[in-house]
């Protein structure tokens, strides 16, 4: 019996020193490095975002947030005889309403309306002096996408069936996570979506190679120990700023409904890895992803012009359209 404890401990002897050689390297990487990681996860890209011009025919909108604030939106009415379906566009971080009209010109073309509405503290919607917003999803995005949503359906011409969503960068991600707890939206288009864990994870590697010269160290250590030091960062962070940070990854693997992913080839700052890791995690029914050859971040439309507004309208008449003879007519 003796023996056989000894024999236990023996082969006990690897896991436990690899367990604890893991414990002492997370707790040596949150001391040395995890200032680093929360004052990069704060830092704001320097993007290229673009702003539209107001369209005279279309519908301003004022709607109340949860808490209140006054949200400013813009309503396209299609002018096909037959309305073929609803569209919220999520706008990228920084710009305001009217950047919808390049990006969904063709789909008002083609039959839909689409709603654009401009999250707190972005465009001329009202600001949060206690909020100021970054490149991250956070849970005021979320509430203030859900109160659209929730005008949509109150609308006296709206669509019964539900919407579709079609989100550019931040709106993209913000559409899933609104789009994975109400049935009422359809289906979901992305360009240039990204993750909180899908993205940090490799830059966390990366930022430690900077900072770093213990190269082995890095390479032996797993993706979830970086992301478990990630995760402690953002909590962290959440509490300073006062938000929650939800996860894109989690709620993409709940959608459960038509997923398409555009992404640009050469996105230097979401890399395509990083969007093909969100995408294996989304429960998409069924789910596309399309990488844009050269395309750099939010840039896919600009590259693939024609192409990538055929792409657009051909899923939402496949995934949201009615069908003409019983589509509802504009009015």
């Not at 000894?6 to 040596?28: I, S």
């Not at 949200?71 to 919808?100: D, K, M, Q």
């Not at 707190?120 to 005021?140: A, C, F, I, K, M």
């Not at 190269?215 to 300073?240: C, D, E």
Request: charged share 20%; aromatic share 10%.
């Amino acid at each position: 019996m003796v023996f056989g404890l000894y024999v236990g401990l023996f082969l006990a002897a690897p896991p436990l020193l690899y367990g604890l050689g893991l414990a002492v390297a997370y707790l040596w990487v949150r001391w040395r490095y995890m200032g680093f990681v929360t004052r990069i996860f704060q830092e704001k890209p320097l993007l290229v975002v673009p702003r539209g011009e107001p369209d005279p025919l279309a519908e301003e909108v004022a709607l109340a947030a949860a808490d209140g604030l006054t949200l400013r939106g813009c309503y396209l009415r299609t002018s096909a005889p037959h309305r073929r379906g609803v569209i919220l566009f999520g706008l990228e971080f920084g710009s305001n309403r009217w950047a919808c009209r390049q990006y969904c010109q063709a789909l008002v073309e083609a039959g839909y309306d689409v709603f654009a509405v401009e999250p707190r503290n972005q465009g001329e919607s009202q600001r949060d002096p206690n909020y100021e917003p970054l490149q991250w999803v956070t849970d005021r995005d979320v509430s203030d996408m859900r109160a659209a949503v929730a005008y949509l359906k109150g609308r006296p011409d709206a669509d019964p069936r539900g919407i579709g969503v079609f989100g550019i960068s931040k709106g993209g991600s913000t559409g899933v996570i609104v789009a994975a707890s109400n049935p009422w939206v359809r289906c979901v288009a992305t360009d240039g979506m990204y993750g909180t864990h899908t993205t940090m994870v490799p830059y966390m590697r990366r930022w430690i190679q900077i900072y770093s010269g213990a190269h082995r160290l890095q390479k032996a250590l797993p993706s979830w120990f970086y992301g478990m030091i990630g995760t402690v960062g953002v909590k962290k962070v959440a509490r300073n700023r006062g938000v929650t940070y939800p996860s894109v990854e989690k709620a993409a693997g709940r959608l459960n409904r038509p997923l398409l992913m555009i992404h640009g080839e050469g996105d230097t700052y979401i890399k395509p890895e990083m969007a093909r890791a969100l995408f294996d995690k989304a429960n998409g029914a069924p789910k596309k992803l399309w990488l844009v050859p050269k395309a750099k971040h939010n840039q896919a439309l600009h590259v693939a012009g024609e192409e990538y507004s055929r792409i657009v309208v051909t899923f939402f008449d496949t995934h949201l359209a009615e069908h003409e003879e019983s589509a509802l007519p504009v009015a």
